[in-house]
Structures are given as structure tokens and as C-alpha cells.
């Protein structure tokens, strides 16, 4: 079964940086694109960023792009989220979950799965 502890966040000020982990229970990332989701209170969850399961592509919301990287380390059975310039509007829990695509596409849209309690990031001064 699918299983994600995400971790890595916190109350950082505006201009600041943090680095999300998410890594992998019960299970390896190898096959897996990874995308990090996020939900900030009062909206709806939005993508933020994927990785295909090779890593060779990538995908950024537009809020995100020039600011945060996503990697991943296969053989540490995790992703990361590097986040810098952070801004009040990043402020929500961060998610990480898995789907199975082909020929290395990244897409935040269908079934995801492993998705596990979230990290909140709360960028405040």
C-alpha cells in the first residue's frame, strides 16, 4: 500500500526558505511520478510541482516556477521540495502522493494515491 510522510515544514518569513521531504512507506518510488500538492484553508487542493519517475521531467504551477525545485533521490526512496523566496500566498500544508504515468509525464490531474498527513508551511513575518 502507498504511503507518504511528508516533513520539512514550518514557519518561515517572507523571503525565506524551507525544504520539504517526502518519502516513501511500504513501497519504492522507482516506477512512480511524484507530484506535491498543497491546501491552503478556505481552498481547493492545487498542484504545485512533479517529477516523472525518472526524474528527467519536471512541472511547475505557475505560482511556483523560478522559486521551488523538486528532485528526488530513488535510491533514498524520496522527494524533495525545495522552496525559496517564499511568500505569504505559499502558506497551506503541503502534500506529497504518487500515480503511475507512461513515457515520463508529469500531469497534477487523476488518481493519486499514498497521500499521507501533510506538512503545514505557514510563511509569516
Known amino acids: 500500500q502507498l504511503q507518504f510522510v511528508e516533513s520539512g515544514g514550518g514557519l518561515v518569513q517572507p523571503g525565506g526558505s524551507l525544504r520539504l521531504s517526502c518519502a516513501a512507506s511500504?513501497?519504492?518510488?522507482?516506477?512512480?511520478?511524484i507530484s506535491w500538492f498543497r491546501q491552503a484553508p478556505g481552498k481547493e487542493r492545487e498542484g504545485v510541482s512533479c517529477i516523472s519517475s525518472s526524474g528527467g521531467n519536471t512541472l511547475y504551477a505557475d505560482s511556483a516556477k523560478g522559486r521551488f525545485t523538486i528532485s528526488r533521490d530513488n535510491a533514498k526512496n524520496t522527494v524533495y521540495l525545495q522552496m525559496n523566496s517564499l511568500k505569504p500566498e505559499d502558506t497551506a500544508v503541503y502534500y506529497c502522493?504518487?500515480?503511475?504515468?507512461?513515457?515520463?509525464?508529469?500531469?497534477?490531474?487523476?488518481?493519486?494515491?499514498?497521500w499521507g498527513q501533510g506538512t503545514q508551511v505557514t510563511v509569516s513575518s
Open positions: 502522493a504518487a500515480r503511475v504515468l507512461l513515457f515520463s509525464q508529469c500531469v497534477f490531474d487523476g488518481k493519486y494515491s499514498g
Open positions: 511500504g513501497f519504492t518510488l522507482n516506477s512512480y511520478t
